[in-house]
C-alpha cells in the first residue's frame, strides 16, 4: 500500500459543548480523488477547514507527506501546497480574470521595475492565467482580462479551480462545487476533477451530490458523528448504501482500507 | 460552448445532443445602451471625464475668453488643489469600501503642528515638516487597527477622530493663527506649495503640481502593483480575498496611513494656499473631498472608480464654481448643481453595476 499523501489522526475540535471532530482519521492518498460525504453537521466542514488552515484543531495531528504539520491561517496552508476551492469561491467579481488567479501571490517584472518600483507583470501573468485555463479546456472564455462578475457560474468555478490546480502542488480541497451549478456546468465541473486528477494532484471533494460523488471519486470517505465512519469503494457500493452509512441506518461489518 | 461538449461525450451523461445556448451570453444582439453601460463598466471615470468636457465647452460659449484662458483654468486647478489632494487620500479609502471624515482633521492638525514645532520650540522648518508628516501618518494608523483589528465600522472611527483630531487642535494651538509675514520671514519653506511657476498666461502653484503628482503616482500604485490590486480587492469582497491570501487586515492598515500622510502633505500645501497657519481652516475639506470622490464615479460600496476619477470630481466642482461666479449667479445655484451632480453620479453607479446582475 502506498504512504498517504495527507493523513489525520485523532483529531479533536469543541466548539463550547458541541464536539465536531471527535477523535477524527483521515487519509488520502497519492493521485486520488477521495469523496468526503456526511449529513449536516457530521463534522466534515470542520475537517475541511483545520485542513485548509482556516480552523485549528485543538488536538490531533495532521501529516502532509509523512510530515507532521500545523497551519494556523489559510496562507500558510497556501504556502505547504494544500489549495481549497471554497463554496464561496473567493472570488473579487471588480477584478480582472487574470488578477484574480495571481490575487495573492502575484508575479512582479524582473530588474528594477519590480524590485524598485514593484510593477506587476501583466503579460507574464495573462499569458500564464490563458495557459492554465487552456490546459483545463476552459478557453470558451475569449477575454482574460474581463472582469469575473460578467461571466456565468460554472465558468467562475472554472476560474476558481484552474486556480487551484495551478498553485496547489501536493493536495486540492472543493468544496460543494457543483452545489450552485446547473446539471451541464456541474458537468462541466465534474470533468474539471478529472483533468485536474490526470495531472497527478490528488482531490478530496466534498459533495452532498451522490451521483456526482459516485462518478468522479476513486473512494469514498463517510463522515458520521464528528468521526470517519467508513471508507467505501464506489465499485463495491452503491449510492443506498452509502446513504444509509451515512444517516446511521446502516452499519458498515468491517471498515475497508 | 462547443469544446465542452465534445468533452462531455467522453463521461456517462452524454449531453452533446443537448441544447448548448442555455448558459452562453447573446454578444451578437447589444443596443446602443448596453454598449454605453459595458464601457462605462470597463471605464467608471469616463462618466465624470465627459461631464467636465462639456461643463468646460458650455462655461466656454457662455463666457468667451473671460472663462476659457489660461489663467482662468489655471485658476481652477489652484483652486482645487487642496481638496483634490484630500480627495486622494478620501478615495483610497473608500475603494476599501470605507470612509474617512477625519481628513481635513488631520490636514489641520499636520500643518498646526508644522508651524507650532517652528514657532514654539524653535525646531528646524524642514524637521519640523517631517514631525507634521509623521504625526498624519499616525492619525492615519489609529484610524487603520480601529476599523481592521477592532472591527469597528469605519464611519463610525473616523467621525469619533474628527473631533478628537479638531479638539486637539484647537486645544493645542490655543485657537491662535500663525501669521503670513512671520512664516515668511522665519519659516519660509512652509509656504513651499505656494510658489508660483508661470507659463505663458497659466499660473502653476507648486501646490498643484503636488496634486497632479499625487494623482499620477497613485493611478501607477493602485494599477501596477500588488498592493494596488488588492486594495480593489479588499474592498470588492473583503472575505473572498482574505481567502484567496491577502493579508487584508495590513492592506487596510496601510490604506488608512497612507490617507494620513497624504492629508499631512495636504497640510503643508494649505499653508502655502492661504499664506498662514490657522486651526480653523480647511472645515469643510471631508465633505468637499467626498463630493469630489462620488462625483468622480468612485463607488462608495467600494473596489470600483480611479484616482483619476476623483481628479475630474474635483475640476468639475472647480469648473461650476469659477463658471458660476463669473456669470455672477448666486453661490447657492452652485451648492444646488452640486448636490444634482452628486446624486446622479451615484445613480449611475449603481446602474453600472447592475451588469453583473
Same mark, same amino acid.
Given at each position: 500500500?502506498?504512504?498517504?499523501?495527507?493523513?489525520?489522526?485523532?483529531?479533536?475540535?469543541?466548539?463550547?459543548?458541541?464536539?465536531?471532530?471527535?477523535?477524527?482519521?483521515?487519509?488520502?492518498?497519492?493521485?486520488?480523488?477521495?469523496?468526503?460525504?456526511?449529513?449536516?453537521?457530521?463534522?466534515?466542514?470542520?475537517? $475541511?477547514?483545520?485542513?485548509?488552515?482556516?480552523?485549528?484543531?485543538?488536538?490531533?495531528?495532521?501529516?502532509?507527506?509523512?510530515?507532521?504539520?500545523?497551519?494556523?491561517?489559510?496562507?500558510?496552508?497556501?504556502?505547504?501546497?494544500?489549495?481549497?476551492?471554497?463554496?464561496?469561491?473567493?472570488?473579487?467579481?471588480?477584478?480582472? $480574470?487574470?488578477?484574480?488567479?495571481?490575487?495573492?501571490?502575484?508575479?512582479?517584472?524582473?530588474?528594477?521595475?519590480?524590485?524598485?518600483?514593484?510593477?506587476?507583470?501583466?503579460?507574464?501573468?495573462?499569458?500564464?492565467?490563458?495557459?492554465?485555463?487552456?490546459?483545463?479546456?476552459?478557453?470558451?472564455?475569449?477575454?482574460?482580462?474581463?472582469?469575473?462578475?460578467?461571466?456565468?457560474?460554472?465558468? %467562475?468555478?472554472?476560474?476558481?479551480?484552474? %486556480?487551484?490546480?495551478?498553485?496547489?502542488?501536493?493536495?486540492? $480541497?472543493?468544496?460543494?462545487?457543483?452545489?450552485?451549478? @446547473?446539471?451541464?456546468?456541474?458537468? %462541466?465541473?465534474?470533468?474539471?476533477?478529472?483533468?485536474?486528477?490526470?495531472?497527478?494532484?490528488?482531490?478530496?471533494?466534498?459533495?452532498?451530490?451522490?451521483?456526482?460523488?459516485?462518478?468522479?471519486?476513486?473512494?469514498?470517505?463517510?463522515?458520521?458523528? @464528528? %468521526?470517519?465512519?467508513?471508507?467505501?469503494?464506489?465499485?463495491?457500493?452503491?449510492?443506498?448504501?452509502?446513504?444509509?452509512?451515512?444517516?446511521?441506518?446502516?452499519?458498515?461489518?468491517?471498515?475497508?482500507? | 460552448?462547443?469544446?465542452?461538449?465534445?468533452?462531455?461525450?467522453? &463521461?456517462?451523461?452524454?449531453?452533446? &445532443?443537448?441544447?448548448?445556448?442555455?448558459?452562453?451570453?447573446?454578444?451578437?444582439?447589444?443596443?446602443?445602451?448596453?454598449?454605453?453601460?459595458?464601457?462605462?463598466?470597463?471605464?467608471?471615470?469616463?462618466?465624470?471625464?465627459?461631464?467636465?468636457?462639456?461643463?468646460?465647452?458650455?462655461?466656454?460659449?457662455?463666457?468667451?475668453?473671460?472663462?476659457?484662458?489660461?489663467?482662468?483654468?489655471?485658476?481652477?486647478?489652484?483652486?482645487?488643489?487642496?481638496?483634490?489632494?484630500?480627495?486622494?487620500?478620501?478615495?483610497?479609502?473608500?475603494?476599501?469600501?470605507?470612509?474617512?471624515?477625519?481628513?481635513?482633521?488631520?490636514?489641520?492638525?499636520?500643518?498646526?503642528?508644522?508651524?507650532?514645532?517652528?514657532?514654539?520650540?524653535?525646531?528646524?522648518?524642514?524637521?519640523?515638516?517631517?514631525?507634521?508628516?509623521?504625526?498624519?501618518?499616525?492619525?492615519?494608523?489609529? &484610524?487603520?487597527?480601529?476599523?481592521?483589528?477592532?472591527?469597528?465600522?469605519?464611519?463610525?472611527?473616523?467621525?469619533?477622530?474628527?473631533?478628537?483630531?479638531?479638539?486637539? &487642535?484647537?486645544?493645542?494651538?490655543?485657537?491662535?493663527?500663525?501669521?503670513?509675514?512671520?512664516?515668511?520671514?522665519?519659516?519660509?519653506?512652509?509656504?513651499?506649495?505656494?510658489?508660483?511657476?508661470?507659463?505663458?498666461?497659466?499660473?502653476?502653484?507648486?501646490?498643484?503640481?503636488?496634486?497632479?503628482?499625487?494623482?499620477?503616482?497613485?493611478?501607477?500604485?493602485?494599477?501596477?502593483?500588488?498592493?494596488?490590486?488588492?486594495?480593489?480587492?479588499?474592498?470588492?469582497?473583503?472575505?473572498?480575498?482574505?481567502?484567496?491570501?491577502?493579508?487584508?487586515?495590513?492592506?487596510?492598515?496601510?490604506?488608512?496611513?497612507?490617507?494620513?500622510?497624504?492629508?499631512?502633505?495636504?497640510?503643508?500645501?494649505?499653508?502655502?494656499?492661504?499664506?498662514?497657519?490657522?486651526?480653523?481652516?480647511?472645515?469643510?475639506?471631508?465633505?468637499?473631498?467626498?463630493?469630489?470622490?462620488?462625483?468622480?464615479?468612485?463607488?462608495?460600496?467600494?473596489?470600483?472608480?480611479?484616482?483619476?476619477?476623483?481628479?475630474?470630481?474635483?475640476?468639475?466642482?472647480?469648473?461650476?464654481?469659477?463658471?458660476?461666479?463669473?456669470?455672477?449667479?448666486?453661490?447657492?445655484?452652485?451648492?444646488?448643481?452640486?448636490?444634482?451632480?452628486?446624486?446622479?453620479?451615484?445613480?449611475?453607479?449603481?446602474?453600472?453595476?447592475?451588469?453583473?446582475?
Amino acid at each position: 500500500m502506498k504512504q498517504p499523501i495527507l493523513s489525520v489522526r485523532n483529531l479533536v475540535k469543541r466548539y463550547g459543548r458541541v464536539t465536531a471532530l471527535d477523535h477524527c482519521d483521515f487519509d488520502l492518498y497519492p493521485g486520488e480523488v477521495l469523496a468526503v460525504i456526511g449529513d449536516n453537521g457530521a463534522g466534515k466542514s470542520t475537517l $475541511i477547514k483545520a485542513l485548509s488552515g482556516a480552523v485549528q484543531p485543538d488536538s490531533g495531528e495532521i501529516f502532509l507527506a509523512g510530515e507532521n504539520i500545523r497551519f494556523n491561517s489559510p496562507l500558510a496552508a497556501q504556502a505547504a501546497g494544500i489549495e481549497t476551492v471554497y463554496q464561496t469561491l473567493a472570488l473579487s467579481p471588480a477584478l480582472s $480574470i487574470a488578477d484574480n488567479m495571481f490575487l495573492g501571490r502575484e508575479l512582479r517584472k524582473p530588474g528594477i521595475l519590480g524590485s524598485v518600483f514593484r510593477q506587476l507583470d501583466r503579460s507574464k501573468m495573462q499569458q500564464l492565467a490563458r495557459e492554465k485555463l487552456t490546459e483545463l479546456g476552459l478557453m470558451t472564455i475569449q477575454n482574460i482580462n474581463q472582469t469575473v462578475e460578467t461571466l456565468s457560474g460554472g465558468q %467562475r468555478q472554472g476560474i476558481s479551480v484552474a %486556480r487551484a490546480a495551478a498553485f496547489g502542488s501536493k493536495v486540492i $480541497i472543493m468544496d460543494e462545487p457543483t452545489a450552485a451549478l @446547473g446539471v451541464k456546468e456541474s458537468q %462541466r465541473v465534474l470533468d474539471l476533477i478529472v483533468d485536474v486528477k490526470a495531472k497527478g494532484i490528488p482531490i478530496i471533494l466534498i459533495s452532498h451530490n451522490m451521483p456526482h460523488v459516485f462518478e468522479v471519486a476513486d473512494r469514498i470517505h463517510v463522515h458520521r458523528l @464528528g %468521526r470517519r465512519l467508513c471508507t467505501l469503494n464506489p465499485k463495491e457500493h452503491d449510492m443506498s448504501d452509502a446513504v444509509a452509512y451515512m444517516t446511521g441506518a446502516k452499519v458498515p461489518e468491517t471498515v475497508s482500507i | 460552448m462547443t469544446d465542452s461538449v465534445s468533452k462531455m461525450s467522453n &463521461n456517462t451523461i452524454d449531453t452533446s &445532443n443537448a441544447d448548448t445556448r442555455v448558459a452562453s451570453f447573446d454578444h451578437s444582439q447589444r443596443t446602443l445602451l448596453n454598449q454605453i453601460q459595458h464601457a462605462l463598466h470597463r471605464t467608471p471615470s469616463l462618466v465624470p471625464l465627459i461631464v467636465l468636457l462639456l461643463s468646460l465647452v458650455v462655461f466656454g460659449l457662455l463666457l468667451g475668453t473671460k472663462f476659457f484662458s489660461p489663467f482662468a483654468l489655471t485658476l481652477i486647478l489652484q483652486q482645487v488643489a487642496i481638496v483634490g489632494i484630500v480627495g486622494a487620500a478620501q478615495s483610497l479609502v473608500i475603494l476599501t469600501a470605507g470612509i474617512d471624515l477625519s481628513v481635513g482633521a488631520i490636514m489641520v492638525l499636520s500643518s498646526v503642528i508644522m508651524g507650532q514645532m517652528t514657532f514654539s520650540y524653535d525646531i528646524p522648518p524642514a524637521v519640523s515638516i517631517a514631525i507634521g508628516l509623521s504625526c498624519g501618518t499616525l492619525l492615519g494608523y489609529i &484610524n487603520g487597527v480601529l476599523v481592521a483589528f477592532m472591527r469597528l465600522p469605519p464611519f463610525i472611527v473616523t467621525l469619533g477622530m474628527w473631533q478628537i483630531i479638531l479638539a486637539s &487642535n484647537f486645544l493645542y494651538s490655543a485657537n491662535e493663527t500663525i501669521r503670513s509675514q512671520d512664516i515668511e520671514k522665519s519659516a519660509p519653506l512652509f509656504q513651499f506649495f505656494g510658489e508660483k511657476l508661470h507659463i505663458g498666461g497659466a499660473v502653476f502653484t507648486y501646490g498643484v503640481i503636488l496634486f497632479v503628482l499625487i494623482v499620477v503616482l497613485l493611478t501607477y500604485i493602485l494599477n501596477n502593483t500588488a498592493w494596488g490590486r488588492h486594495v480593489y480587492a479588499v474592498g470588492d469582497d473583503p472575505e473572498a480575498a482574505e481567502l484567496a491570501g491577502v493579508q487584508t487586515k495590513k492592506i487596510i492598515v496601510s490604506v488608512y496611513m497612507l490617507a494620513g500622510l497624504i492629508c499631512a502633505f495636504a497640510g503643508w500645501a494649505l499653508i502655502g494656499r492661504i499664506g498662514s497657519i490657522s486651526p480653523t481652516s480647511g472645515q469643510f475639506a471631508n465633505i468637499e473631498s467626498i463630493t469630489a470622490v462620488v462625483i468622480g464615479g468612485i463607488s462608495l460600496f467600494g473596489g470600483r472608480g480611479s484616482i483619476m476619477g476623483m481628479l475630474f470630481g474635483a475640476l468639475i466642482v472647480g469648473v461650476f464654481s469659477l463658471g458660476l461666479r463669473l456669470m455672477g449667479t448666486d453661490p447657492q445655484w452652485t451648492y444646488l448643481l452640486i448636490g444634482v451632480l452628486i446624486i446622479s453620479a451615484v445613480a449611475i453607479d449603481q446602474w453600472i453595476r447592475k451588469i453583473s446582475s
